[in-house]
């Protein structure tokens, strides 16, 4: 059972995370074209996670896509808006109609505990702080995933994750995160879900 989480948000855009127990063979069968990744597993990464958009959106046009200086795959013409995460085992890709997007899935890990300082400001340090334990590397993988999502979503690169991307707001209840990004002055709502050791972030906007 390869899809691990579907999501229809609206009707322009859906969301999937997939677990990947495919050979290699399975998705190069299914995705036509991809370009050259020389480590296996993050070959397998790779094609799984441009699988998913024609998963999610049949007529997604494989063919057009093109890869800007930043890395972004991206469609000239925007038929879609899409973006594409993968950590260990799984992938995950949200493609959308008519919003930009952004998507990032992370396995929790320690080590994150130990760049906190790197990516959170003082200020938001002192904000999660209720919650916010030295060894909750939970709760910091899931700030360093909804910046990633940030990241991914604005798509330009050159982003200061403590500089230009503030953690504003945690609403557990809602499984959301307020944030302001600077770079071009956008309020943003950072959607998240848990999958024991696996989170998933994303935005819409
Ligand atoms: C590029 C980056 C987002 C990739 O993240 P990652 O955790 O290595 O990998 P992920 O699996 O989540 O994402 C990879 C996918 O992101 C997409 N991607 C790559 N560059 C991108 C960009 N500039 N914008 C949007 N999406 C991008 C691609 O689809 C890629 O997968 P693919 O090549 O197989 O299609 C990340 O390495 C990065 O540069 N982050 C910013 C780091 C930073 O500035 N940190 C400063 C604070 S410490």
Redesign the pocket.
Known sequence: MPVFFQHQINENTRLGVWKIEESEAFFKGNVPLH?H?THPH?RL??LA??FLLQFLFPDFPYELVQ??D????YLPAEQYHF?????GDY?AAIVSRDKRV?????LTTNKIVK?KD??LSQEEQHLFTTELLTTDYHLLTLLWSA??SV???????N????KHIRLLNHQEGKETLDCFFSKNEAELTIHYRWYDDLVLSWIIN
Not at 70 to 73: F, G, H, L, V
Not at 151 to 157: A, D, P, V
């Open positions: 370009r990744v993050k990464q790779h996670g441009r890869i800007a930043t890395n972004k795959p973006s594409i995460s993968h950590c992938a952004g998507i990032d899935v992370e760049i790197k990516y910046k990633e990241f991914k979503w604005y798509g330009q690169g982003v200061d994750f403590k």
